[in-house]
Each structure stands twice: as structure tokens, then as C-alpha cells.
């Protein structure tokens, strides 16, 4: 069951990872071709500069081949764990497998013409070569996409989705190729000079992608959500939800850097496009891996039309996140472990009031120690209150409190001992080192924020942050209990979508404030810092009035 | 081992912590497949019968991948047979001659679309009138 658990997560996760790797292929080619203007007759961009692109147009295939090869093998094994056995006959004959085999062997062949590529840079043969590649492995995830297994509307639900995925694409690998191409401008003159031309270029298709991901992305949504219950009441609904709250954050990032790419057309301004717009896309990356990740979720998720009836309803939603009173007693551990065998049986299944009251306990006094590190975060931020950037400090509270309460059965609460129960169940492992990691994460932010000598620890903090969000999205997910699940599951997406703002407000706020102030940086990364703490105080909030229905 | 008492606000943890990712994760399951129709809530199983539960699903089902128990009183499985309906996304259940009590069929599906939803659907048979 361990082993289960994980290769699903690998699997499930492997499609974000996936969705990345394709955008960065995709997006290297279109980026070569509008950007760097490789089919153009006076083509004229620096062969070093091509390398550049084509080296990432080259990791993105390597990291295509090998996630999509990954996702191949894990789903096998995700197969012979769940049903005792291996069907290798009926696995290959799927449509999953064998379009994903497709792309794997193409994701093989770009890598070939790639370094083909970086030797040679202006043969027109292997570009040429490369985009015949890329078409059908664009093509091939039709048959990888939610609308493949539906009854009504099958072929344009599955071409609509394939537009949506090569836009979103676009975008993202276009983003990549302007960081790689800002961090090469640092110590060539080509590429700096090509860096403020690349930003104005990329506008237009820039927008172009936001153009086809809305004409895609409506009919989908509506095909699959349906109605407002739909779009608030269920976790496909969510993420949409989400996905369309992080699309336009990352949408103000783009429009920042389109206007200082206006700026330098009409007055030759370089200072926002050097120091600002490249924080501004480093934070606009953040965004946008989340929201590939949420896209990658969705596929995962019953399309909220098939599950009207176990929809929960707006008001039921809005409950969960209604401030009341933190409970902030618990059950004894005698009361849970009397209501743990009805609560796991799946006959004459007994939801247990303990269990939910000892989670309730858990989450509402989590809520306690980040809302007051909220709290004396933004104190921080007021130069008489020095003291207050020692705030990571509640980390390490937190650690002790997890240490205690994650797992009710073991040591040293418990009748199962440290090294039967970390080393016997994955579950209490996980706890165990998330336990440790939130000690010591606490440690080195508290020094990160203190110590103005650690410039390493400094964005460990933020990485971790995007990292957690990014897995509290993906994690939405429904079993046995739709509707429970979903209302559970609204809270942590929430959480999710605030860690993916504090992520990247942090960054900002370490790239702008803590570099050069004399060109307005400074200010807008204090600000940015602070819509960061204040996300995270929101999300000691949610935390803090947290009730977890019966079930 | 039984089942740890889950602290089930693990997904917090999980915001902090990267590491997570390469470690366990639970008994993960996706439920991407849903019965939308079942034949239980309107032809109740009868008591000492065997009988034919029919499943609509809102996504076609790869029936060779995919497996269904029926689980008695104790968390008891037993495999039973399916096949594949006329319909689209329709699963034909075959269940055996039951006694009184409450059952559970678990399923275990394979979407076409690559998803893998585990689910149950708990039901009651009656004592025979």
C-alpha cells in the first residue's frame, strides 16, 4: 500500500512535471521562430544567443523524454499494485500508453535534432526538422486529456484542450527563454542588446497566447463545470477557480513587463527592463508552475457535471472558511483510538466525532502559531520592532506541537514505538520528516532574516513555499466522500493558492528590496514582501477556524 | 499495524516541506471516474439472489485494467465478475446469492484518459419478505 501511495503521487505529479517540460519545448520553438526569427530571411540573432535557446529547447526534451518515460513505467506499476497482477497486453493496448509512447519517441528524436542544433545553430534542415517533431508530439496529447474518455463532444473537447495546452505552452516556455536569455545578457553584449528588443517581440506572442488559452479555456469550462454550484462547490470547480486567480497575477507580471517594454520603445528607458522586469518574470515563472501544476491536477478530478448531486453548496463552502471560535481542546487519545476501527472499516463504516475533533485540534492551533508569526511578521516591517524578525522562530514551535500530535498511535504518545512506527508506515515517516524539516527550516529562516551574510539561506524560503504550494494544489484530490473530501479539500487549495503568492512576493521582495534602492526597487519589494507575510497570516487564518466535516 | 491515527493536517506540512514529495504520501487515489447511475438505488438487491449491478460511468473504462470486490461484513473482498454493457460507460456487475446484511462493492477503474479511481458504493441487503 506504501509502495501504491507513492508511485500515485510520482504519477500524479509527474504531470505537472510533464506539462513543464512540454511548455519548454514547445515555447523554445516558437521562441526561436518569432523571437529570434531563425526562418527569416535576414535572420541575425548571434549564434550564441540560438545555443542559448536551443540548449533549452534541448533540457526541455530530455526532461519530456524522461518524465513521459517515467509516467509509462510508474503507471505500470501503479496497475500491478492496485490490481495484484500486471496486464501488460491490455496496458500497452490503451490510448494512454501508446500516445504516450509517441511522445516519449519523439521527445527522443527533438533531443537528437537539439544537439544536432547546438553544433550547428543556422542549418535550416534541423529546424525544420525539429518543427515536424514538434507538431505531432503537440498533437499526440490529445489523447492524453480529460476529453479523450468522454461520451458527447469527444474530438472537440480533446482538440480544444490541445490549443489550451500548446497556448499555455507558449507562454511559459517564452518565459523561460527570456530568463535564460536576461541571466546570458549578464555577461554577453548580443544578448544584452537583443534583451530589450526580446521583451517588446514577446508581447505580441504573449498575448496572442492569452487570446487562445481564454478561447479554449471558456468552452472547457463551461463544458465541464457547468454552473456556479459547479465552479464553487466541487474541486474541479476550485481549481478553475484558482488556476483563473493565479493566470491573472501572472497576467499583471506580464503587463509590468510590457509596459516597461513600451517604455524603452518610445524613450529607450533600459533602467525597469534590466532591474525590475527580470524579477518581475522570476516571480511571473513562480505563477505560472503553479498554475501548470493545477492544470495537471484537473485531469485528475471528476469534471464537475458528472457529480451535480455531491456537489456542496456555496453557503456550505463559505462555512468552512467563517471565522468561530479555534477549538482548542482535544479528545483524549483513548476517545480516538475507541473510534478508529468504524472509522477505517468500509462495512458498517462509523465516523468517528474524536477523530474529527482531534484534527480540528491539530489544524486550529497550527492556525495559532502562523497567525501570530503573521502577526509579528508584519511588525517586522516597523524599524522599532526589531525584535520581530526573529517571527521564524514559531517554526520550531510548530515542529514540537507536530511532533506530538501528528501521529496519535506512535511514540511518544503512543504504543508504537519511534522505530517500529517511523520505519513501518509511510505515513508516519512523511510526518516525521516534515516534523524535522519545519525545526530546521525554522533555524535557518529565523538566520536568513537576521544575518545579513547568509545570502543562500535567504531563498530557501520562498523555493520551499512555491514547493509546498505547488503539492497542496496537486494534492486536491476526491476519494470514497466527494463532498466531504471537496469541502476539506477547498480549505488546502485555498492554502495552496496563498502559498504560490507568498512564494513569490518573498522572491520579489529578496530580488527588489535587497539590491540597489535607487531606482523605486526597494519600495515595491517591501511592498511585495508584505502582501507575502500578510498571505501567509491568511493562511494562519483558514487554519485557525478550520472545522472538518463528518465523515 | 493499524492504520495511524492520521493528523490530517498533514497537507499544512506538506506547505512547508519539499521533501515531502519523495516520501510517502498515503493511500493516494484519484477519483476521476465516477458512477454516475447505479442499478442498486433503484433495484435494491434481494436476499438469497444472485443479481446483475449495473454501473453507468461518466468516462469510458478500461475493463481489462480494472477490477471490482464485493466486501462483506469484517472488510471481507471477494472478486466478482464485470463485463462490459451495451451502453457507453456501462459496467455489469455480477453478485452473488446474498444474505441479509450490509455489503460494499469496491471498485478499482481504469479511465480511458489514464486515471485510476478507487471507490466504494456501501449498500444493504433486506431479510426476504
Same mark, same amino acid.
Not at chain 2, 490530517?8 to 499544512?12: A, D, E
Given at each position: 500500500?506504501?509502495?501504491?501511495g507513492l508511485?500515485?503521487?510520482?504519477?500524479d505529479?509527474?504531470g505537472?512535471l510533464?506539462l513543464?517540460?512540454?511548455?519548454?519545448?514547445?515555447g523554445?520553438?516558437?521562441?526561436?521562430?518569432f523571437i529570434l =526569427?531563425?526562418?527569416?530571411?535576414g535572420?541575425?540573432?548571434h549564434e550564441?544567443?540560438?545555443?542559448?535557446?536551443v540548449?533549452?529547447?534541448r533540457?526541455?526534451?530530455?526532461a519530456?523524454?524522461?518524465?513521459q518515460g517515467?509516467?509509462?513505467?510508474?503507471?505500470a506499476?501503479?496497475?500491478?499494485?492496485v490490481?495484484?497482477?500486471?496486464?501488460?497486453?491490455?496496458y500497452?493496448?490503451?490510448?494512454?500508453f501508446?500516445?504516450?509512447?509517441?511522445?516519449?519517441?519523439?521527445?527522443?528524436? &527533438?533531443?537528437?535534432?537539439?544537439?544536432?542544433l547546438?553544433?550547428t545553430p543556422?542549418?535550416?534542415?534541423s529546424?525544420n526538422?525539429?518543427a515536424?517533431?514538434s507538431?505531432?508530439l503537440?498533437?499526440?496529447?490529445?489523447w492524453?486529456?480529460h476529453g !479523450?474518455g468522454?461520451f458527447?463532444?469527444? +474530438?472537440?473537447?480533446m482538440? @480544444?484542450?490541445?490549443?489550451?495546452?500548446?497556448a499555455a505552452? !507558449?507562454?511559459?516556455?517564452?518565459?523561460?527563454?527570456?530568463?535564460?536569455?536576461w541571466?546570458m545578457?549578464r555577461?554577453s553584449?548580443?544578448?544584452?542588446?537583443?534583451? $530589450?528588443?526580446a521583451?517588446?517581440?514577446?508581447?505580441?506572442?504573449g498575448?496572442?497566447?492569452v487570446?487562445?488559452?481564454?478561447?479554449t479555456?471558456?468552452p472547457l469550462?463551461?463544458?465541464?463545470?457547468?454552473?456556479?454550484?459547479?465552479l464553487?462547490?466541487?474541486?474541479?470547480?476550485s481549481?478553475?477557480?484558482?488556476?483563473?486567480?493565479l &493566470?491573472?497575477?501572472?497576467l499583471?507580471f506580464?503587463?509590468?513587463?510590457?509596459?516597461?517594454? =513600451?517604455?524603452?520603445?518610445?524613450q529607450?528607458?533600459?533602467?525597469?527592463?534590466?532591474?525590475?522586469v527580470?524579477h518581475?518574470?522570476?516571480?511571473e515563472t513562480?505563477i505560472?508552475?503553479?498554475?501548470?501544476?493545477?492544470?495537471?491536477?484537473l485531469?485528475s478530478?471528476p $469534471?464537475?457535471?458528472?457529480i451535480?448531486?455531491?456537489?456542496?453548496?456555496?453557503?456550505e463552502?463559505?462555512? @468552512?472558511?467563517? $471565522?468561530r471560535?479555534?477549538?482548542?481542546?482535544?479528545p483524549?487519545?483513548e476517545q480516538l483510538?475507541?473510534? +478508529?476501527?468504524?472509522?477505517?472499516?468500509?462495512v458498517d463504516k462509523?465516523?468517528?466525532?474524536a477523530a474529527? +475533533?482531534?484534527?480540528?485540534?491539530?489544524?486550529?492551533?497550527?492556525?495559532?502559531?502562523l497567525?501570530l508569526?503573521?502577526?509579528? #511578521?508584519?511588525?517586522?516591517y516597523?524599524?522599532?520592532?526589531e525584535w520581530?524578525?526573529?517571527? /521564524?522562530?514559531?517554526?520550531v514551535?510548530?515542529?514540537?506541537?507536530?511532533?506530538?500530535r501528528?501521529?496519535?498511535?506512535?511514540?511518544?504518545?503512543?504504543?508504537i514505538?519511534?522505530?517500529e512506527?517511523?520505519?513501518g508506515?509511510?505515513e508516519?515517516?512523511q510526518?516525521?520528516?516534515?516534523?524535522? &524539516?519545519?525545526?530546521?527550516?525554522?533555524?535557518?529562516?529565523?538566520?536568513?532574516?537576521?544575518?545579513r551574510?547568509?545570502d543562500q539561506?535567504?531563498y530557501?524560503?520562498?523555493?520551499?513555499?512555491a514547493?509546498?504550494?505547488?503539492l497542496?494544489?496537486?494534492?486536491a484530490h476526491?476519494e470514497?466522500?466527494?463532498?466531504s473530501?471537496?469541502?476539506?479539500?477547498?480549505t488546502?487549495t485555498a492554502?495552496?493558492?496563498?502559498?504560490?503568492?507568498m512564494?513569490?512576493?518573498?522572491?520579489?521582495?529578496?530580488r527588489?528590496?535587497e539590491?540597489?534602492?535607487?531606482?523605486?526597487?526597494?519600495l515595491?519589494?517591501?511592498?511585495?514582501?508584505?502582501?507575502?507575510?500578510?498571505a501567509?497570516?491568511?493562511i494562519?487564518n483558514?487554519?485557525?477556524?478550520?472545522?472538518?466535516?463528518?465523515f | 499495524m493499524?492504520?495511524?491515527i492520521?493528523f490530517?493536517?498533514?497537507?499544512?506540512v506538506?506547505?512547508?516541506?519539499?521533501?515531502?514529495?519523495?516520501?510517502?504520501?498515503?493511500?493516494?487515489?484519484w477519483a476521476?471516474a465516477?458512477v454516475?447511475?447505479?442499478?442498486?438505488?433503484?433495484? /435494491?438487491?434481494q436476499a438469497?439472489?444472485?443479481?446483475?449491478?449495473v454501473l453507468f460511468?461518466?468516462?469510458?473504462?478500461e475493463l481489462?485494467?480494472?477490477?471490482v470486490f464485493?466486501?462483506?461484513?469484517?472488510?471481507?473482498?471477494?472478486?466478482?465478475?464485470?463485463?462490459k454493457?451495451k451502453?457507453?460507460?456501462?459496467?455489469?456487475?455480477?453478485?452473488?446469492?446474498l #444474505?441479509?446484511?450490509e455489503y460494499a462493492?469496491?471498485?478499482?477503474?481504469?479511465?480511458?484518459?489514464?486515471?485510476?479511481?478507487e471507490?466504494v458504493?456501501?449498500?444493504?441487503?433486506?431479510?426476504?419478505?
Open positions: 500500500m506504501y509502495m501504491q508511485a500515485n503521487f510520482i504519477d505529479f509527474l505537472g510533464i513543464i517540460s512540454y511548455a519548454l519545448v514547445v523554445s520553438m516558437l521562441w526561436s521562430a =526569427r531563425i526562418w527569416s530571411s535572420f541575425a540573432a550564441s544567443i540560438v545555443c542559448r535557446a540548449g533549452l529547447l533540457a526541455g526534451a530530455v519530456l523524454a524522461i518524465t517515467l509516467k509509462l513505467i510508474i503507471k506499476v501503479v496497475l500491478a499494485s490490481l495484484g497482477e500486471f496486464p501488460a497486453d491490455a500497452m493496448g490503451t490510448l494512454q501508446q500516445a504516450g509512447l509517441i511522445r516519449f519517441l519523439l521527445s527522443l528524436g &527533438l533531443i537528437l535534432v537539439a544537439s544536432q547546438l553544433r543556422h542549418k535550416p534542415f529546424w526538422l525539429a515536424i517533431l507538431i505531432p503537440v498533437i499526440a496529447g490529445a492524453l486529456v !479523450v468522454r458527447e463532444n469527444r +474530438e472537440q473537447l482538440t @480544444m484542450t490541445v490549443l489550451h495546452q500548446f505552452a !507558449v507562454w511559459f516556455g517564452g518565459v523561460a527563454q527570456l530568463l535564460s536569455l541571466h545578457s555577461q553584449q548580443e544578448a544584452k542588446a537583443l534583451w $530589450p528588443i521583451i517588446t517581440r514577446f508581447a505580441l506572442l498575448v496572442s497566447s487570446v487562445v488559452l481564454l478561447l479555456g471558456l469550462a463551461w463544458t465541464y463545470v457547468g454552473n456556479w454550484d459547479g464553487f462547490g466541487t474541486g474541479y470547480g481549481l478553475v477557480v484558482t488556476k483563473v486567480i &493566470l491573472m497575477v501572472a499583471s506580464a503587463y509590468l513587463n510590457h509596459r516597461a517594454g =513600451r517604455l524603452w520603445l518610445r529607450r528607458q533600459t533602467e525597469g527592463l534590466d532591474r525590475k527580470p518581475y518574470i522570476e516571480a513562480f505560472l508552475v503553479g498554475v501548470l501544476f493545477i492544470a495537471a491536477t485531469s478530478q $469534471p464537475s457535471v458528472d451535480k448531486e455531491l456537489s456542496a453548496t456555496v453557503s463552502v463559505a462555512e @468552512m472558511f467563517t $471565522p471560535m479555534p477549538r482548542l481542546t482535544s483524549t487519545h483510538l475507541a473510534g +478508529e476501527p468504524g472509522r477505517v472499516a468500509v462509523i465516523p468517528s466525532p474529527t +475533533e482531534w484534527s480540528d485540534y491539530n489544524h486550529n492551533v497550527s492556525g495559532v502559531f497567525t508569526m503573521g502577526l509579528i #511578521a508584519m511588525f517586522s516597523i524599524r522599532r520592532f520581530a524578525r526573529y517571527w /521564524p522562530l514559531g517554526f514551535g510548530l515542529s514540537i506541537f507536530l511532533f506530538f501528528s501521529d496519535a498511535e506512535t511514540w511518544p504518545l503512543g504504543p514505538g519511534f522505530w512506527s517511523t520505519f508506515n509511510g508516519v515517516f510526518h516525521r520528516i516534515a516534523t524535522l &524539516l519545519a525545526f530546521a527550516l525554522g533555524v535557518m529562516e529565523m538566520r536568513a532574516r537576521t544575518n551574510h547568509a539561506l535567504r530557501l524560503f520562498p523555493i520551499l513555499c514547493f509546498g504550494g505547488v497542496l494544489l496537486t494534492h476526491a470514497f466522500e466527494l463532498k473530501e471537496y469541502l476539506i479539500q477547498s488546502h492554502m495552496g493558492l496563498l502559498a504560490v503568492i512564494a513569490s512576493g518573498r522572491w520579489l521582495e529578496l527588489l528590496a539590491t540597489d534602492g535607487s531606482y523605486g526597487g526597494y515595491d519589494g517591501k511592498i511585495a514582501g508584505f502582501v507575502s507575510i500578510l501567509m497570516f491568511l494562519g483558514i487554519l485557525l477556524f478550520y472545522r472538518e466535516p463528518l | 493499524h492504520q495511524p492520521v490530517r493536517s498533514n497537507k499544512f506538506l506547505l512547508l516541506f519539499s521533501i515531502c514529495l519523495l516520501l510517502a504520501y498515503g493511500e493516494r487515489l476521476h465516477v454516475t447511475e447505479s442499478s442498486l438505488t433503484q433495484n /435494491p438487491i438469497n439472489h444472485a443479481t446483475t449491478v460511468f461518466n468516462s469510458n473504462v481489462p485494467l480494472s477490477r464485493l466486501v462483506s461484513k469484517g472488510d471481507i473482498y471477494h472478486p466478482v465478475q464485470i463485463e454493457g451502453k457507453q460507460g456501462e459496467m455489469r456487475i455480477q453478485v452473488p446469492a #444474505a441479509p446484511g462493492l469496491k471498485y478499482k477503474v481504469f479511465a480511458a484518459d489514464g486515471h485510476f479511481t471507490n458504493i456501501r449498500f444493504h441487503v433486506s431479510e426476504p419478505r
